[in-house]
């Protein structure tokens, strides 16, 4: 059979999972067709530079390392930009796409899910509540930008001021950036410290003095109520926080957290839970369709999802081999995250959230100055994760042999 005749790879998506697919399969493969369907203009960047590009002044356009075309073209893929999936039929293998309002109908013999996720919304009242901003995408960052040069008080030389919602990793690298940037910055968290949910709390603490000591005013153990616009005054707008407090702001940045775009798949009919739900071959519940990236939730990692880069790359490799009929499954290494704030450079390797254990301090390496060290030490004395904090983070290398994925 010639290569025009196979039915196509399709690959939904163009993020780091999309395109790191199509990377890899053609590694493996020059032949077989490829075909992308975006939503996006399918123009590659690493996300993650997202939440350092302020203090780097470096405009949106400027994250783009590689246009939609050149990618199309030096991987040999057939590329339908501004184009959205609207629907899958997996038993005649076809998808129904829509470009510039026109419905086509493409078939697949393979066909990958790399829909990436979606901010979470919290729901707020007042009315300025939806001038509440998320970046999950270029296209994000993009508004967001041109909303804060926009800023009046920005132009009167004052420090103009941005409300995070959010003292996870997203929100507490934005708070660093827009510091950086010179901002005024305001960050909202129920928890009691940043990086809750992923950090001992003396390494938290740090975090918290850290940014605290570039100029972060935290708001812990509350959440922001109501957002309305200001009557008088320089900013904009004024949040109204659960603890009574209320905050003149001109912007507001929510980084509460993602949540896996599973809306194709789950309309299809492919099992999902917190994500699209993929085997150690990456197989859906869908003969033929598989998942990776932000939208999967992976049996290899103990059925969770795993929305980082490190992930991706490992996943995409795996599932390049089986696309290209050259079985494979997929086992994850450690994949120790860094968390991108340099008032406190961290590196993380968070354990499996299952895992019965404590995290135990590394003697030497106590303050912040120094750094911190922690280790996370599973019921029969393993080492499972570990925490490194400023100049500390200088071990990642030897810290990760050290640690059972
Ligand atoms: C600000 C920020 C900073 C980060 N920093 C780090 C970091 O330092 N380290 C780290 O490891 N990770 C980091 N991450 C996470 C990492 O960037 C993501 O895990 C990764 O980029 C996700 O890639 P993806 O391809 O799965 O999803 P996405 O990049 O979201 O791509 C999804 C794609 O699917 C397309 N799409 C969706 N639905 C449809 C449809 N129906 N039809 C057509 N197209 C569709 C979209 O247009 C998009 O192209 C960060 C994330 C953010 C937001």
């Given at each position: 059979?010639?290569?025009?005749?196979?039915?196509?790879?399709?690959?939904?998506?163009?993020?780091?999972?999309?395109?790191?697919?199509?990377?890899?399969?053609?590694?493996?493969?020059?032949?077989?067709?490829?075909?992308?369907?975006?939503?996006?203009?399918?123009?590659?960047?690493?996300?993650?530079?997202?939440?350092?590009?302020?203090?780097?002044?470096?405009?949106?356009?400027?994250?783009?390392?590689?246009?939609?075309?050149?990618?199309?073209?030096?991987?040999?893929?057939?590329?339908?930009?501004?184009?959205?999936?609207?629907?899958?039929?997996?038993?005649?293998?076809?998808?129904?796409?829509?470009?510039?309002?026109?419905?086509?109908?493409?078939?697949?013999?393979?066909?990958?899910?790399?829909?990436?996720?979606?901010?979470?919304?919290?729901?707020?009242?007042?009315?300025?509540?939806?001038?509440?901003?998320?970046?999950?995408?270029?296209?994000?960052?993009?508004?967001?930008?041109?909303?804060?040069?926009?800023?009046?008080?920005?132009?009167?030389?004052?420090?103009?001021?941005?409300?995070?919602?959010?003292?996870?990793?997203?929100?507490?690298?934005?708070?660093?950036?827009?510091?950086?940037?010179?901002?005024?910055?305001?960050?909202?968290?129920?928890?009691?410290?940043?990086?809750?949910?992923?950090l001992p709390a003396p390494a938290?603490?740090?975090?918290?003095?850290?940014?605290?000591?570039?100029?972060?005013?935290?708001?812990?153990?509350?959440?922001?109520?109501?957002?309305?616009?200001?009557?008088?005054?320089?900013?904009?707008?004024?949040?109204?926080?659960?603890?009574?407090?209320?905050?003149?702001?001109?912007?507001?940045?929510?980084?509460?957290?993602?949540?896996?775009?599973?809306?194709?798949?789950?309309?299809?009919?492919?099992?999902?839970?917190?994500?699209?739900?993929?085997?150690?071959?990456?197989?859906?519940?869908?003969?033929?369709?598989?998942?990776?990236?932000?939208?999967?939730?992976?049996?290899?990692?103990?059925?969770?999802?795993?929305?980082?880069?490190?992930?991706?790359?490992?996943?995409?490799?795996?599932?390049?081999?089986?696309?290209?009929?050259?079985?494979?499954?997929?086992?994850?290494?450690?994949?120790?995250?860094?968390?991108?704030?340099?008032?406190?450079?961290?590196?993380?390797?968070a354990p499996d959230p299952?895992l019965q254990g404590e995290w135990v301090q590394d003697?030497?390496?106590?303050?912040?100055?120094?750094?911190?060290?922690w280790r996370f030490v599973d019921a029969a004395g393993a080492q499972r994760g570990f925490v490194?904090?400023?100049?500390?983070?200088?071990?990642?290398?030897?810290?990760?042999?050290?640690?059972?994925?």
């Amino acid at each position: 059979m010639s290569a025009g005749s196979v039915a196509p790879v399709v690959i939904v998506g163009a993020g780091l999972a999309a395109w790191t697919t199509a990377r890899e399969l053609r590694k493996r493969d020059a032949a077989v067709p490829i075909v992308l369907v975006t939503q996006d203009s399918g123009d590659f960047y690493a996300k993650p530079t997202l939440s350092n590009a302020f203090g780097q002044k470096r405009s949106p356009q400027q994250l783009v390392t590689t246009a939609a075309a050149d990618m199309a073209a030096n991987l040999h893929v057939q590329l339908h930009a501004h184009s959205t999936v609207q629907s899958m039929d997996t038993a005649a293998r076809t998808l129904e796409l829509v470009q510039a309002g026109a419905v086509q109908t493409l078939a697949y013999g393979q066909l990958v899910l790399a829909t990436g996720a979606h901010p979470i919304r919290i729901p707020m009242q007042g009315d300025a509540a939806n001038a509440v901003s998320s970046v999950n995408h270029l296209d994000d960052l993009r508004r967001l930008h041109a909303d804060l040069h926009a800023l009046p008080a920005r132009a009167q030389g004052q420090a103009a001021t941005v409300l995070v919602m959010g003292a996870g990793l997203i929100g507490c690298e934005f708070a660093n950036d827009l510091l950086s940037a010179g901002y005024a910055v305001h960050v909202v968290d129920p928890s009691p410290r940043p990086l809750a949910a992923l950090l001992p709390a003396p390494a938290g603490e740090q975090l918290r003095q850290a940014l605290q000591d570039l100029g972060v005013v935290w708001h812990f153990g509350t959440t922001v109520q109501r957002l309305d616009a200001a009557t008088g005054g320089a900013q904009r707008w004024l949040a109204t926080l659960a603890n009574g407090t209320t905050l003149a702001t001109d912007a507001v940045l929510s980084a509460v957290g993602l949540r896996a775009d599973t809306a194709l798949a789950s309309q299809a009919g492919i099992a999902c839970e917190r994500g699209v739900l993929v085997d150690a071959q990456l197989q859906t519940s869908a003969p033929g369709v598989y998942a990776l990236g932000d939208c999967a939730q992976y049996a290899s990692a103990g059925g969770r999802t795993l929305p980082y880069v490190m992930p991706i790359m490992n996943a995409a490799r795996v599932l390049a081999a089986n696309l290209a009929g050259t079985p494979d499954v997929l086992v994850f290494p450690l994949m120790p995250v860094a968390v991108k704030t340099p008032a406190l450079p961290i590196t993380v390797a968070a354990p499996d959230p299952a895992l019965q254990g404590e995290w135990v301090q590394d003697a030497e390496a106590t303050d912040a100055q120094a750094g911190g060290a922690w280790r996370f030490v599973d019921a029969a004395g393993a080492q499972r994760g570990f925490v490194l904090t400023g100049k500390q983070t200088a071990k990642r290398m030897e810290w990760s042999k050290a640690t059972l994925p």
